[in-house]
């Protein structure tokens, strides 16, 4: 299961909180980049894109 990095909602949660890429809701979350194995993490923001059939 993949993850990905929201930004925090609470004071006590450091820089970020990783959550299941499915519990993503951007109504919610603020997305940060995507965690990948593959390459290191940033600290770069990025915009969350609401896909087909989402409101």
Do not use: C, Y
Request: net charge negative; aromatic share 6%; hydrophobic share 30%.
């Amino acid at each position: 299961m993949n993850t990905v990095k929201v930004k925090p909602w609470g004071k006590d949660q450091g820089e970020f909180v990783l959550i299941n890429e499915d519990d993503f809701d951007p109504k919610a979350h603020e997305l940060l980049e995507p965690v990948s194995k593959d390459r290191p993490s940033s600290r770069r923001t990025v915009k969350a894109e609401v896909g087909e059939g989402a409101e």
